[in-house]
């Protein structure tokens, strides 16, 4: 068990770093763009952090009651035998079934393919299965019971929060139709998009990344109708996935101003300096970082 949970350590801390901007692509089995597409739908993020960031301490979890009985020596060691092996137990029950849940929305929701996140299901089933085996469970009714209840508050949980993340927000995502933008521009926000228009400025975009109409959303809708929107998905509307190769897009958003590239959500103060745009904006908050 603790051999799998470093395994799943390792695959969650790559994808957080990655999420994070701390370290570059990742090699995807199977393509990338089904990972990028799963990995920045509107469920690979929890509390404004990648969800890969959670799955990464709950192996540490695993990984450290697993390593601390055969490391542990004294009186106290039975007993913390038999408290870890319930600790194994509960939380890989939990893993299991939010595993569960979450490659049902990736295969009837979001309807792509990521490696990443089928090996971390599969590592989840198979702490729990070794937890069942390993564990010296004489009495196999608080198992049961503990188990089913573990399960059921789980998966009504992750249900929910799927179901809430799900909502006509993202209904868009099985046509390739990026999400409609919301938000009212303002004559300063129409301004900005003009010079940058004017001034050949290129957002690079993907139907569904939710960074990228976080970006629309700042300058709202009438003025994102204005700027010149780059669709890099192989599967949306008008996509031109083969000059983004060329580009070399990497993330999404990606800017190219004045024959530069750069990536992630832009505050407009920040996309008016790049561009040399002298006019008046709105105060605006910090955008998340991606």
Not at 162 to 177: H, N, Y
Not at 187 to 203: E, I, K, N
Not at 215 to 242: H, M
Not at 276 to 282: D, E, Q, V
Request: aromatic share 8%; net charge positive.
């Amino acid at each position: 068990m603790a051999v799998l949970a470093t395994i799943g350590a390792i695959d969650t801390a790559a994808i957080t770093l990655k999420r994070w901007g701390l370290i570059g692509p990742l090699s995807c089995p199977g393509g990338a763009e089904g990972c990028d597409k799963v990995l920045n739908s509107a469920w690979g993020s929890l509390f404004g952090q990648p969800l890969s960031l959670f799955g990464f301490l709950a192996y540490a979890a695993v990984l450290l009651m697993a390593v601390l009985p055969l490391v542990v020596r004294g009186d106290s060691r039975s007993a913390l035998h038999e408290r870890s092996w319930w600790g194994l137990f509960l939380l890989s029950t939990a893993m299991a079934v939010f595993s569960l849940v979450l490659m049902g929305v990736m295969v009837f929701r979001i309807q792509a393919f990521c490696a990443f996140c089928v090996l971390s299901a599969g590592l989840s089933v198979a702490l729990l299965v070794l937890s069942l085996i390993g564990g010296e469970w004489n009495d196999r009714g608080p198992l049961i019971f503990r188990g089913v209840l573990t399960a059921l508050a789980v998966g009504l949980i992750g249900l929910g929060w799927a179901s809430a993340m799900g909502g006509p927000q993202t209904d868009g995502l099985a046509k390739g139709m990026s999400i409609p933008v919301k938000s009212a521009s303002t004559p300063a926000t129409l301004a900005l998009a003009d010079h940058l228009t004017r001034t050949g400025a290129v957002m690079y975009t993907a139907y569904w990344c939710p960074h990228c109409h976080e970006q629309k959303e700042l300058f709202g809708k009438e003025a994102t109708a204005r700027l010149k929107l780059i669709e890099c998905a192989p599967d949306g509307q008008n996509s031109q996935a083969a000059l983004c190769d060329r580009k070399g897009i990497k993330g999404y958003p990606s800017w190219e101003i004045r024959g530069r590239l750069d990536s992630g959500v832009k505050p407009l103060s920040k996309l008016a300096e790049l561009s040399g745009y002298k006019g008046s904006l709105p105060a605006e908050p910090e955008p998340a970082s991606p």
